[in-house]
């Protein structure tokens, strides 16, 4: 069993602290401030606009949220740690090929006063876990299940919109009380952060998009979900000459879900 040490631009993962591993298994989320560089931003955020505002003039396989700069996000050196620690599956990792898939990409672009509040996930610790939103746990060691990185081009402030948590649901053993489909609910915990930061949570947590409503500046974040080699929840599909273009260890991120002789 090894686990991938260094993505396809051959950067190690980054080494998670003792604390950072503590907060995400008992609060079911976490955020990473300032990771990319303001010339990764510029870059990553023109290229989000063009494609909302002008995707036509990408070529058809880079109209994604995978596409041009954005690729870098997927296997990035803080998702290569995080996702190697919560959820890839040590028999299928190596150095050839992850031991997780990203199964889902979206781009937010959202203007002041978009609302996407919409409660969903919780209790993945005591659930069948039939749809990945599931949370498992050994002593020293997590299985997170369906997990997002939520990559913030822009600055997110307290209370303007940024994704909201019921924290430490995802091992919950009630449901989210009723007074939670209020958006401004005490309980649900909101983050800030600067541009270029990016949030890791458990799909299993009790989660929600909430309304925009910072005036000077859009939601431009990117969303990427992974699961591990054999299971999945998303119908999303990468586009095939897409996947061609990438690098091997890339390419392994979107192979079949299956387990059985899937070792890159
Ligand atoms: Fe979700």
């Given at each position: 069993?090894?686990?991938?040490?260094?993505?396809?631009?051959?950067?190690?993962?980054?080494?998670?602290?003792?604390?950072?591993?503590?907060?995400?298994?008992?609060?079911?989320?976490?955020?990473?401030?300032?990771?990319?560089?303001?010339?990764?931003i510029s870059?990553?955020?023109?290229?989000?606009?063009?494609?909302?505002?002008?995707?036509?003039?990408?070529?058809?396989?880079?109209?994604?949220?995978?596409?041009?700069?954005?690729?870098?996000l997927a296997?990035?050196?803080?998702?290569?740690?995080?996702?190697?620690?919560?959820?890839?599956?040590?028999?299928?990792?190596?150095?050839?090929?992850?031991?997780?898939?990203?199964?889902?990409?979206?781009?937010?672009?959202?203007?002041?006063?978009?609302?996407?509040?919409?409660?969903?996930?919780?209790?993945?610790?005591?659930?069948?876990?039939?749809?990945?939103?599931?949370?498992?746990?050994?002593?020293?060691?997590?299985?997170?299940?369906?997990?997002?990185?939520?990559?913030?081009?822009?600055?997110?402030?307290?209370?303007?919109?940024?994704?909201?948590?019921?924290?430490?649901?995802?091992?919950?053993?009630?449901?989210?009380?009723?007074?939670?489909?209020?958006?401004?609910?005490?309980?649900?915990?909101?983050?800030?952060?600067?541009?270029?930061?990016?949030?890791?949570?458990?799909?299993?947590?009790?989660?929600?998009?909430?309304?925009?409503?910072?005036?000077?500046?859009?939601?431009?974040?990117?969303?990427?979900?992974?699961?591990?080699?054999?299971?999945?929840?998303?119908?999303?599909?990468?586009?095939?000459?897409?996947?061609?273009?990438?690098?091997?260890?890339?390419?392994?991120?979107?192979?079949?879900?299956?387990?059985?002789?899937?070792?890159?």
């Amino acid at each position: 069993m090894t686990m991938t040490e260094k993505n396809s631009a051959g950067k190690s993962a980054i080494t998670l602290t003792e604390e950072q591993k503590y907060l995400f298994d008992t609060r079911g989320w976490l955020l990473f401030p300032s990771v990319l560089t303001d010339t990764e931003i510029s870059e990553m955020k023109d290229y989000c606009y063009r494609l909302r505002q002008d995707g036509a003039s990408l070529p058809l396989h880079e109209r994604s949220s995978i596409g041009g700069p954005l690729l870098s996000l997927a296997d990035h050196p803080v998702v290569l740690a995080m996702m190697n620690e919560f959820v890839a599956d040590p028999h299928l990792s190596s150095e050839t090929g992850y031991g997780f898939r990203l199964e889902n990409s979206f781009l937010a672009l959202r203007k002041a006063g978009d609302t996407n509040f919409g409660p969903h996930g919780g209790g993945g610790l005591l659930s069948h876990g039939y749809n990945s939103h599931l949370y498992r746990q050994h002593e020293n060691s997590v299985y997170a299940g369906l997990s997002r990185a939520v990559w913030g081009l822009n600055p997110v402030k307290k209370g303007e919109g940024g994704t909201k948590f019921l924290t430490g649901s995802h091992k919950a053993a009630f449901p989210a009380p009723a007074s939670t489909q209020d958006e401004h609910s005490p309980l649900w915990e909101e983050y800030e952060c600067p541009a270029g930061s990016v949030l890791f949570f458990t799909e299993a947590i009790t989660h929600t998009g909430a309304k925009w409503t910072n005036t000077e500046v859009d939601r431009v974040a990117i969303f990427n979900c992974y699961n591990s080699i054999g299971s999945r929840w998303h119908q999303w599909e990468p586009n095939s000459d897409a996947v061609a273009t990438m690098s091997p260890l890339q390419r392994s991120l979107f192979r079949p879900v299956c387990c059985q002789d899937n070792l890159v």
